[in-house]
């Protein structure tokens, strides 16, 4: 019996575990509205990585707060979280090739890469870029709000045609995301832009106006408000 009261004691004065890494991260986690939650999310998620290196759920969650951190962080560190985010990616996607997580972080460390070592690498990126975007389209369409859409438009809407732009395809490619993902701004924007560039004034003018009345998701208030500025500098310069 005594040792059994002591076994007890000694079970009570054991520290609660903590929460699961995975949740305290989504709960951090701000899509850069606040950058020090972010890397808090990221420390979290690394210091979970040893014990859990083949998990999926990690290694993709893993793969965005690089991406987000990295976008945040100053200029001569950028390179070193993207990079970091793709080789988090590319584990989360040999681990789960059939879902549309892991693609679409890959694809956006891919393009954070491209953007700060020039043109001449963006250009060897952007077939991973398309080809990881397409296939989170086809896994998932309505993931990130549609956002795997948003990637392919602004590809083909800012890359040369001699590169394979192309300013019709991007046009289809914001109008499909819209569809699935109606109040995304993020895509009514580039949408705006693709009529713009093809002489469609007056359906860029309904985007653009769409744009400003929306309600701000409080959850992506810094982004959603930056979107609202810049429909309006288009709208006093048409």
């Known amino acids: 019996m005594m040792r059994l009261v002591t076994i007890i004691a000694f079970v009570l004065c054991l520290p609660a575990q903590s929460p699961d890494a995975i949740q ?13 939650r972010d890397r808090h999310a990221l420390e ?25 951190v990295g976008d945040d962080a100053p200029s001569k560190e950028k390179l070193n979280y993207y990079e970091r985010g793709i080789d988090a990616g590319r584990r989360a996607v040999a ?4 879902r549309a997580e892991g693609h679409f972080w890959l694809g956006a460390n891919y393009g954070g890469v491209g953007e700060q070592k020039g043109a001449f690498k963006a250009l060897q990126l952007i077939r991973k870029i398309r080809a990881e975007m397409e296939t989170v389209v086809r896994l998932n ?22 590169l ?14 819209l569809r699935l993902a109606p109040r995304n701004l993020e895509l009514k924007l580039a ?7 093809a002489g469609r004034r007056d359906d860029a003018r309904r985007q653009l106006q769409e744009i400003l009345p929306q309600q701000i998701n409080p959850e992506r208030a810094r982004a959603e408000r930056g ?9 006093g310069a048409m």
Request: aromatic share 10%; net charge negative.
């Open 164 to 177: 394979g732009g192309n300013t019709t395809r991007s046009i289809a490619y914001c109008e499909q995301g």
């Open 95 to 98: 681990l789960e090739p059939g």
């Open 191 to 197: 949408l705006a832009k693709g009529y713009l560039e």
């Open 141 to 162: 369409p309505g993931y990130e709000d549609g956002n795997g859409y948003l990637a392919l438009c602004e590809l083909d809407r800012q890359l040369p045609r001699l």
């Open 227 to 235: 979107l609202q500025d810049e429909a309006r500098r288009m709208l």
């Open 24 to 36: 305290q991260a989504d709960r951090l986690f701000s899509y850069g509205e606040d950058p020090a």
């Open 44 to 68: 979290l998620i690394e210091r979970a990585m040893p014990s859990q290196a083949n998990s999926y759920q990690l290694l993709w969650r893993a793969s965005r707060a690089y991406y987000h």
